[in-house]
């Protein structure tokens, strides 16, 4: 007899955390929202919007760089070491990140988060790219042109003239976008038809002018506060975010330290010329930005056409139609962005490794500065990257979710910052680089990890719970995962729950000890209703002190997500099959393990997680006329899985 094991009943009362999600479409909306583009703005009054966001988000990094150059110059000034006018740099950083992931949610305009709302409001996926790679331009240009500025300023007319020159630039960003940029969120204007109040009203309402008339136009409907730190419990979300948060720590990590480096390495140099040498690494992004923004788009278009020519040829086993493919549901948007990132990471981490050494060699200058015009490039890559994928997988949030990318990267960039001069003088320029090189090698899985198996039973227990109602509708939100549409909960302690459940079942399924995990519906009175039983009928074999090994017979993971897809499609019917059941109902999450195998006990754990089942919530425990009905079967090289359902 197999040991029978589950964990604490999940939550069945909602808190006061519980978020009241927007308000649906009603049939007749929707129908008229398919019926229109998505935005009445044209091409260039695109550009233009995205253009004028981009000069807004200048600021975030001009004024954490253009003082750079003249830290040691303000060091002497104050009579204060380098490392503690270094700490301005990373109160200036933690505050900004906090400001845009907090300030943000309640409406302020956060620049960078601005601008990557407004794109989602305004722009496709196929065209985000671009515009994405627009918006960057701004928040680049700060890195090249700040300490150039900033260098300028100390060395002609003191380091207090950039404060002011800081005053003047800001007032005239903020008078463009006054009197030229439209109001763009959708909960206001829709696609740009409904003429909003006049407090949201640009001054010089040029751009939109030849709006199309149009009689009867309803207006949005309201769009009730979503908590932006929920964005925090989605794993996939949270892993794009720690990424782009270390390589981000890691150019900050360079960027500080260049005035302070380049004048030991080069004495010769004067603070002029060490913001002059700033304009290399900035360079670098400029055209990075200008540049990868059109190979998204480009990489977005080309994945699809190879998509629907396998659809043709029949050699796609995902069962869509190529016209299924122009369908945003349809479309593996994670593939089609992340492909191209592991080979950025990889010459990201060899620029930084050899930017490190080069100055502790003191060899030519040419030579750091063409390192940082190759780690300009591929750090607006990984970033723009990022930021294109944030923004399609939860567009409706886009402002939100650039606001907790700022928070995860400002935050990891400050406290590099803060040490950052510590450890160089301890380690010397060369080992320094070389142990921030590893730490970005280190965080290169994290791309992967969205494609394991524990993630992908975590979706299918989401979406269990939503298409058999054991909680209220409005509790979950409609995301897009493994290529179709899924519904998550946003109650934190019911995904914390899912969560801690599903890593644990991940430990034991590496271990091959699983031979059944059993999400088991329950009515009021515990009885068992329903048991989704994933069956484990092979999984391969792996040593405990080696679960992160590679298998080389394993399935690709493009083929693994489609295989998943189905398995959604046919999991979201699966209410039309078996038909409504009872109100107050409650789920728990069972292994059912192989004979003679008992549940890893970790000492990092105490108590273990799982604690013994009830008899008859077990697949053993169902009546013997319960009827048996098959939803899918995925067979990947690894592990070889079926749902059926009892």
């Given amino acids: 007899m197999s040991e029978k094991r589950d964990e604490t009943t999940a939550p069945t009362t909602l808190h006061d955390s519980l978020v009241k999600p927007t308000q649906p479409f009603s049939e007749k909306e929707q129908e008229v929202v398919e019926k229109r583009s998505y935005s009445i703005y044209n091409t260039r009054e695109k550009w233009l919007i995205v253009a004028i966001a981009s000069f807004g988000g200048l600021f975030s990094t001009l004024t954490a760089n253009i003082y750079l150059p003249a830290i040691p110059t303000m060091a002497a000034a ?106 763009t969120l959708r909960a206001l204007v829709g696609d740009g038809s409904y003429i909003p109040s006049a407090i949201y009203r640009p001054l010089l309402p040029i ?35 720690i990424l782009n948060g270390i390589v981000y720590a890691v150019f900050y990590g360079v960027t500080a330290t260049i005035s302070v480096l380049f004048q030991k390495a080069y004495p010769y140099l004067s603070e002029s010329d060490i913001g002059l040498c700033y304009l290399a690494i900035g360079g670098g992004m400029i055209i990075g930005g200008i540049v990868v923004g059109r190979l998204l788009d480009r990489d977005y278009a080309a994945f699809k056409a190879r998509m629907i020519k396998q659809i043709k040829e029949g050699s796609n086993e995902t069962g869509m139609r190529p016209e299924d493919v122009t369908k945003e549901e349809n479309f593996p948007i994670e593939l089609a962005r992340l492909r191209t990132m592991p080979l950025y990471l990889g010459i990201f981490c060899v620029a930084t490794i050899g930017y490190g050494w080069s100055l502790q060699a003191r060899v030519s200058i040419a030579v750091p500065l063409l390192l940082h015009i190759c780690m300009g490039f591929v750090l607006t890559a990984v970033m723009n990257t990022s930021q294109t994928l944030l923004v399609d997988l939860v567009p409706s949030q886009g402002s939100s979710i650039a606001a907790c990318n700022n928070f995860v990267r400002c935050l990891l960039g400050a406290a590099l910052v803060a040490v950052i001069n510590i450890i160089t003088d301890a380690l010397k320029p060369g080992w320094t680089y070389v142990l921030l090189g590893g730490i970005c090698v280190l965080a290169a899985p994290l791309l992967f990890v969205s494609m394991r198996i524990g993630p992908k039973f975590e979706v299918a227990i989401h979406t269990i719970l939503y298409v058999r109602q054991i909680y209220p509708a409005d509790l979950f939100v409609r995301r897009k995962k493994y290529d179709t549409p899924v519904f998550q909960s946003r109650h934190p302690a019911l995904n914390d729950y899912i969560s801690g459940a599903v890593k644990a079942i991940g430990e034991e399924l590496v271990l091959g000890n699983v031979d059944k995990v059993v999400v088991v519906i329950k009515d009021k009175d515990q009885a068992a209703l329903e ?64 004979d003679g195998q008992g549940p890893t006990a970790s000492p990092s754990k105490d108590p273990p997680p799982w604690i013994p089942a009830d008899g008859q919530h077990t697949t053993a425990g169902a009546a013997d006329g319960a009827q048996l009905h098959m939803i899918r079967a995925v067979d990947t090289g690894i592990i070889n899985v079926s749902l059926p359902l009892a």
């Avoid at 709006?211 to 769009?223: C, H, I, Q």
């Fill in 207 to 241: 751009i939109g002018r030849n709006r199309p008339v149009t009689e009867n136009v309803e207006k949005p409907p309201k769009k009730s506060f979503v908590n932006p730190l929920l964005l925090f419990t989605y794993p996939d979300v949270m892993i794009i975010l």
């Fill in 78 to 183: 104050f009579h204060k070491s380098t490392e503690l006018i270094n700490v301005t740099v990373t109160v200036y950083m933690v505050f900004q990140g906090i400001c845009k992931a907090f300030a943000d949610a309640a409406g302020s305009a956060s620049t960078i988060a601005l601008g990557a709302g407004v794109i989602g409001d305004i722009a496709e996926p196929f065209e985000r790219g671009g515009f994405v790679g627009i918006l960057s331009l701004g928040p680049m240009v700060g890195p090249a042109l700040g300490p150039v500025i900033g260098g300028l300023f100390a060395d002609k007319l003191g380091w207090r003239a950039i404060f002011w020159f800081l005053c003047i630039a800001s007032a005239v960003c903020v008078l463009s976008m006054l009197l030229f940029l439209p109001e």
């Fill in 531 to 594: 048991r989704f039983i994933f069956s484990v009928q092979n999984m391969i074999e792996v040593e405990a002190f080696n679960k992160d090994t590679s298998v080389q017979e394993a399935m690709s993971s493009e083929a693994l997500g489609q295989y998943f897809r189905g398995f959604l499609v046919k999991l979201n019917m699966v209410e039309a099959q078996l038909g409504q059941i009872a109100d107050e109902l409650s789920f728990a999450i069972l292994i059912e393990l192989k």
